[in-house]
């Protein structure tokens, strides 16, 4: 299957910052979705982006399918922003693989 | 509209035990999956539903693990008997016809086995 590897690991902000975070793929997706699990387990979706870009208030998120990267962008972080950032993504053998995910902390 | 339902939200019990789980999609979504995650890392597929049929159960401990979707809608997920290292998150997710909808979660069964 696709292998999906997220980057960086970990992440340390205050609060006002901004950030990126990447998400690549190994192989053509179909599927491509960045999920929040919020400090209660809650997956929470952001963006179902297989290509393109899109936003929505202070996060917006692109795919470049044909350099088989995502990445999503956080601006004016604020503490409830905290948690882990999940990217998921599955290709033609119809198998969803998710990425290990980005542990984010942001700060007051 | 309804999100994804699960319950129960919290369970304890015994090593060699039994558990189930019950998921109820989003109304009108073909396709059902059930994740394990273990703490500290991401989930992992366990089985794939399209309708009632079963699309991919490569990750499933069949040995002790059992899911059904009887009727193409709300399904069951469950352990017997259960073992330490099943102590998890079980989230059950949907979407609306295949795996490559945007998928939406439920909130999750956490499981704890002593």
């Known amino acids: 299957g696709i292998q999906v590897e997220q980057s960086p690991p970990d992440l340390i902000l205050q609060e006002g910052a901004n950030s990126t975070l990447r998400c690549n793929f190994s192989d053509s997706v179909n599927n491509l979705q960045w999920f929040h699990q919020n400090p209660w387990g809650q997956l929470i979706n952001l963006f179902y982006?297989?290509?393109g870009t899109k936003q929505n208030g202070r996060l917006s998120a692109t795919t470049v399918a044909t350099e088989r990267y995502s990445l999503l962008y956080i601006s004016s972080s604020q503490t409830t922003d905290s948690g882990v950032y999940f990217c998921?993504?599955?290709?033609?053998?119809?198998?969803?693989?998710f990425g290990k995910g980005t542990l984010l902390t942001v700060n007051p | 509209e309804a999100g994804v339902a699960q319950s129960p939200r919290y369970k304890i019990i015994e090593k060699r035990q039994s558990v189930a789980f019950w998921c109820n999609p989003i109304?009108?979504?073909?396709?059902l999956y059930w994740y394990q995650q273990i703490l500290g890392q991401g989930p992992k597929l366990l089985i794939q539903f399209q309708n009632n049929g079963v699309v991919d159960d490569s990750q499933l401990p069949k040995d002790r693990f059992s899911a059904e979707r009887l009727k193409g809608v709300d399904s069951t997920l469950k352990i017997q008997p259960a073992k330490l290292e099943d102590s998890a998150v079980y989230l059950c997710a949907s979407s609306s016809y295949c795996f490559y909808n945007e998928q939406f979660f439920g909130p999750g069964t956490r499981l704890t086995v002593l």
């Open positions: 982006i297989p290509s």
């Open positions: 109304s009108g979504h073909a396709t």
């Open positions: 998921i993504s599955g290709g033609s053998n119809y198998k969803l693989t």
